[in-house]
């Protein structure tokens, strides 16, 4: 079998194709994204016997004819936070392992918040919009510093946390509300309740996911609790808000401003119109889903989701990954590594191992993760058992449980 091949779409950021080629790997790039029978035709092209890798962003589609016809496709890179563009189930099924980077762009949203917190507390748009109309809003009424107030922040995890910090080095009291207990970073303190924490909070920052317990989460009721002339802002989904209790709080008076960067229902292109009832009011600012728009998200996402290739195809690793069993342990030295995904029915590890057993080669190693109907084991073999190992993967293929096999050796081509 030849050495893996990897194909990166849309202009992923270069130091993704650097890393992979660092370790030898064959990696072409396009600036497109592709689908269907396009992507099909692109993949079956690609020379020699090996695994084929890709690496894509939301264009890309990856639907299950992809599967069906592409067998070589062995692991697919998502450079973006979302997988939605890949039939996932139909990944699974055929042991395609599916990484992407859900923690690389914290810290540009996180600047993001603490940037728009300012920016709220001083009118900031507002005075901007009347100096570019000619207007000289010269006032120091209803701009207030940021030391000293309360940030109240809803979901602490990797943003929130980073939000935590850098809202206290700019004097802030952060207090956060988490259904996890969460350790406290410096000097912030867990809320006694979601209620609390609105009511003691002077800015209000959303940062949960989006979970049947999130959409709607911020509702008329919650927003009654804020305190009258305080700041509400998300950068998190677009479920989590309710737009229309936000509309009449910042027309009542009763909030002083928002600033919202996600939305219910956002354009999926730049040509496609926006609109929402929050255009037209001078208090908010909107922003379109641009929290981890950076350049250096970009890079960072660039390094996380090609590490993670790596360690799939140098030690089999699949820890962070989307689809299959979560496994990643130590390749040691002098050993090389069958590699197995199966149905997750009873018995297929007795057979795998009663088939190198038969074989007469001694396994050093095993480790076995499941989730949902699938598993993976690790079964590892001295390396200079490899011949006999590449012949076992092939017998280990044909049980009837086993979706994909591979050996791997510790090197990624
Ligand atoms: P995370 O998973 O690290 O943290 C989420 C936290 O929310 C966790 O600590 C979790 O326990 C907590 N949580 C879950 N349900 C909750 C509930 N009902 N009440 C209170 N806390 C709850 O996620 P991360 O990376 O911090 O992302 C947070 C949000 O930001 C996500 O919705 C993500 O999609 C969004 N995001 C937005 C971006 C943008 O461009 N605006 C870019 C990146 C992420």
Redesign the pocket.
């Known amino acids: 079998m030849s050495r893996p091949h990897v194909v990166l779409f849309e202009s992923i950021h270069p130091r993704a194709a650097r890393i992979l080629e660092s370790r030898g790997l064959a990696v072409d790039t396009e600036a497109g994204g592709r689908a269907g029978a396009d992507l099909i035709d692109r993949l079956t092209a690609v020379p020699g016997d090996g695994p084929i890798i890709i690496g894509i962003r939301s264009k890309t589609k990856v639907t299950a004819d992809v599967f069906e016809a592409v067998p070589r496709l062995t692991a697919i890179g998502a450079f973006c ?1 979302g997988t939605d563009q890949i039939d996932l189930d139909t990944a699974r099924r055929h042991g395609v392992a599916v990484f992407n980077a ?2 690389s ?2 810290r540009s ?1 996180a600047e993001l918040v603490v940037g728009e917190i300012v920016a709220l507390a001083r009118g900031l748009f507002a005075k901007s919009q009347a100096a570019h109309r000619g207007v000289w809003a010269k006032s120091a009424k209803g701009a207030h510093e940021v030391r000293g107030k309360t940030l109240g922040i ?7 946390s980073q939000v935590s910090v850098l809202a206290e080095a700019l004097g802030m009291q952060v207090r956060f ?4 207990a ?1 350790l406290p970073l410096g000097n912030a303190m867990p809320a006694g309740s ?1 209620e609390d924490l609105l009511a003691e909070s002077d800015f209000v920052s959303l ?5 049947p ?2 959409r709607g ?1 911020i509702g008329r009721d919650q927003i009654a609790c804020m305190r009258r002339g305080a700041f509400l802002l998300n ?3 677009g479920t989590v808000v309710d737009l229309d209790a936000l509309a009449d709080a910042l027309d009542e008076g009763h909030l002083a401003g928002a600033a919202i ?2 939305f219910p229902v956002e354009p999926k292109h730049p040509s496609e119109p926006f609109e929402s009832i929050l255009q037209g009011k001078e208090n908010v600012i909107l922003t379109p ?5 950076t350049v250096e998200a970009q890079e960072n996402i660039g390094e996380e989701v090609a590490t993670a290739l790596l360690g799939f195809l140098e030690r089999g690793s699949t820890q962070g990954g989307v689809v299959l069993p979560g496994l990643d342990e130590p390749l040691p030295e002098g050993v090389v590594r069958i590699w197995n995904v199966h149905e997750n029915a009873p018995g297929v590890l007795s057979a795998i191992v009663r088939t190198v057993a038969d074989a007469g080669v001694n396994i050093v190693g095993q480790h076995l993760a499941t989730r949902d109907d699938v598993g993976l084991v690790y079964v590892d073999v001295p390396a200079d058992a490899q011949d006999a190992a590449r012949t076992l993967c092939g017998a280990i293929a044909s049980l009837a449980p086993s979706i994909r096999t591979r050996l791997v050796t510790g090197a990624a081509a």
């Open positions: 936070i859900p923690f762009s914290t949203v809803v979901g602490y995890g990797h943003i929130g509300y988490d259904i996890v969460k979601l940062h949960v996911p989006d979970t317990k999130t989460m950068a998190s989904r960067d996600v889903h641009i929290g981890g728009s």
